[in-house]
């Protein structure tokens, strides 16, 4: 079996060749979200080919994804990100985007909040944590463009992602630590 390396990957979409619009928006969709977890859940096949031409490439993808979610881009530079890949213009992508994230920290006050949890909050629930969280924004931000999503394996409890912070208070994090220590013992 072939296995892709990252320098593979990075030389096909990075060095100036373009992949479709829906090529883009699919791949934004792999190193953003968790909508998109193996090469199966690509719909068309013409976009599956175009992005992953064998598993190998699809799990470099995934690796790129785990890397992409501990640095916490926020929307606009992802929105940037997915254009230069479309256009093929990301040549110099890894640059580009530590630039763009200083340029992120230095001219806004808003801080980027990403809220997860089991199920869906109702409104006076994320009314509250948005209260709670204003106490505690990073310095320089002043307000806070708040996103709430639903992830399942949280169980219980919250993760948010404040800036480039992350609080982990979920119930399915403690459990699989507290398992873990069981497990070792």
Same mark, same amino acid.
């Given at each position: 079996m072939y296995i892709a390396t990252r320098r593979q990957v990075v030389g096909r979409f990075f060095t100036g060749t373009s992949i479709s619009k829906?090529?883009?928006?699919?791949?934004?969709?792999?190193?953003f979200t968790k909508k998109v977890k193996t090469l199966k859940d690509i719909s068309d096949p013409k976009v599956a080919e175009e992005l992953a031409p064998d598993a190998g490439h699809f799990d470099a993808y995934l690796d790129a994804r785990a890397a992409v979610a501990k640095v916490g881009l926020n929307r606009r530079t992802q929105s940037f990100i997915v254009y230069a890949i479309a256009s093929g213009a990301a040549g110099q992508l890894k640059n580009l985007t530590a630039a763009l994230r200083q340029i992120e920290a230095i001219e806004t006050d808003v801080a980027e909040v990403v809220v997860q949890s089991a199920v869906a909050l109702? +409104?006076?629930?994320?009314? !509250?944590?948005?209260?709670?969280? @204003?106490?505690?924004?990073?310095?320089?931000?002043?307000?806070? %463009? +708040?996103?709430?999503?639903? !992830?399942?394996?949280?169980?219980? @409890?919250?993760?948010?992602?404040?800036?480039?912070?992350?609080? %982990?208070?979920?119930?399915?994090?403690?459990?699989?630590?507290?398992?873990?220590e069981v497990a070792a013992a």
């Open positions: 829906q090529g883009a928006a699919t791949l934004a969709q792999v190193l109702s +409104a006076a629930q994320k009314k !509250e944590v948005q209260a709670s969280l @204003g106490k505690h924004l990073p310095p320089g931000k002043s307000t806070m %463009d +708040a996103t709430f999503e639903v !992830e399942p394996s949280i169980v219980g @409890g919250l993760y948010v992602t404040l800036d480039n912070y992350a609080l %982990d208070l979920s119930s399915g994090s403690f459990l699989r630590k507290f398992g873990s």
